[in-house]
């Protein structure tokens, strides 16, 4: 009798514990994700790179550093005129810094901002907030009355964590289709900005730069139909 209860009890604990997971699989599943397909297009174009395994690691979380250099790739901006402008000074990026250039670029052009001290932080993660602001400021941040913001923003449901200095930003990405979102529709503005999440961005945005194929000329007539 008792080993039959201590059976009950394991396939219990053994339910409780598949359940979860099964869950946890499935929200996964059900949020906007980038692709393999579209996570190579960004390689192809060299928007994003593989780690030195050769692997791309979507989970991993974005620094600003890293940020920094993709932003420059994206919307090249080494050719706008501010890049000639003398060096700022860091003090915690020197020149030997790998992304020392990338984070001149963002500085110079008001791409992203540096901290108190002449500080950068290469090595901070980034939220989702601050990254999908960084990339509207890159895009051009649309100048959205207070009202459509607060439209565009409504139907997510965690719209009111979305800090305020981020939600005109944010609504931008957002009417632009570039946002993804988790299986709830949630923005999740608050964690971290993972390499996945910038892809699936990226991608959107890469999409929008793809030429559309021109409607086709229907063929001429054959002579025949012409002479009659």
Same mark, same amino acid.
């Given at each position: 009798?008792?080993?039959?209860?201590?059976?009950?009890?394991?396939?219990?604990?053994?339910?409780?514990?598949?359940?979860?997971?099964?869950?946890?699989?499935?929200?996964?599943?059900?949020?906007?994700?980038?692709?393999?397909?579209?996570?190579?297009?960004?390689?192809?174009?060299?928007? /994003?790179?593989? +780690?030195?395994? @050769?692997? %791309?690691? &979507?989970?991993?979380?974005?620094? *600003? #550093? =890293?940020?920094?250099?993709?932003?420059?790739?994206?919307?090249?901006?080494?050719?706008?005129?501010?890049?000639?402008?003398?060096?700022?000074?860091?003090?915690?990026?020197?020149?030997?810094?790998?992304?020392?250039?990338?984070?001149?670029?963002?500085?110079?052009?008001?791409? /992203?901002?540096? +901290?108190?001290? @002449?500080? %950068?932080? &290469?090595?901070?993660?980034?939220? *989702? #907030? =601050?990254?999908?602001?960084?990339?509207?400021?890159?895009?051009?941040?649309?100048?959205?009355?207070?009202?459509?913001?607060?439209?565009?923003?409504?139907?997510?449901?965690?719209?009111?964590?979305?800090?305020?200095?981020?939600?005109?930003?944010?609504?931008?990405?957002?009417?632009?289709?570039?946002?993804?979102?988790?299986?709830?529709?949630?923005?999740?503005?608050?964690?971290?900005?993972?390499?996945?999440?910038?892809?699936?961005?990226?991608?959107?945005?890469?999409?929008?730069?793809?030429?559309?194929?021109?409607?086709?000329?229907?063929?001429?007539?054959?002579?025949?139909?012409?002479?009659?």
């Amino acid at each position: 009798m008792m080993m039959r209860r201590f059976l009950s009890v394991l396939s219990l604990v053994a339910l409780l514990q598949y359940f979860p997971a099964k869950a946890d699989a499935q929200v996964q599943t059900d949020s906007k994700q980038v692709s393999e397909r579209q996570i190579q297009q960004l390689i192809a174009v060299n928007w /994003m790179t593989n +780690y030195s395994d @050769n692997n %791309f690691h &979507p989970e991993k979380i974005l620094n *600003r #550093a =890293e940020l920094a250099s993709t932003m420059v790739k994206v919307f090249r901006l080494d050719k706008r005129q501010v890049a000639s402008k003398e060096n700022i000074v860091v003090t915690d990026v020197p020149s030997s810094h790998p992304a020392f250039n990338d984070i001149q670029l963002v500085l110079k052009t008001d791409i /992203m901002k540096g +901290y108190r001290g @002449n500080l %950068f932080f &290469p090595n901070q993660r980034v939220t *989702r #907030a =601050e990254a999908l602001a960084i990339f509207a400021q890159a895009y051009g941040v649309f100048q959205f009355s207070d009202e459509t913001v607060q439209e565009i923003l409504t139907p997510f449901p965690d719209a009111s964590s979305i800090p305020t200095w981020a939600r005109k930003a944010i609504a931008t990405v957002v009417a632009e289709g570039f946002v993804n979102t988790d299986a709830q529709g949630n923005i999740a503005p608050l964690k971290p900005m993972t390499r996945g999440d910038m892809a699936y961005i990226l991608s959107q945005y890469l999409n929008r730069q793809q030429p559309q194929s021109e409607t086709p000329e229907a063929p001429p007539a054959p002579n025949s139909l012409l002479e009659k």
